[in-house]
């Protein structure tokens, strides 16, 4: 893999690590809203960003994961 793109594959990395942090506090923070207002039929709309959030940072840990191995590779060759 060139160089130039495993730099673009960590940044893709980071990227989505980030954004999958952020929906994560973002659901937990709207499931618990809505769980103070005792509206229970929305708390659904707060699990499922948190569940999306989630996927964002696996899938951004192993974009970084897989841009570290890359790399190792390409600095012993």
Do not use: P, W
């Amino acid at each position: 893999m060139k160089f130039k793109n495993i730099r673009k594959l960590e940044r893709l990395g980071i990227f989505t690590y980030i954004g999958g942090l952020i929906c994560t506090l973002l659901g937990i923070l709207v499931a618990a809203i809505h769980l103070l207002e005792k509206d229970f039929k929305h708390i659904q709309v707060g699990i499922f960003i948190l569940a999306i959030g989630y996927a964002f940072v696996k899938t951004g840990r192993q974009l970084s994961e897989i841009a570290a191995e890359e790399k190792k590779i390409q600095l012993q060759n």
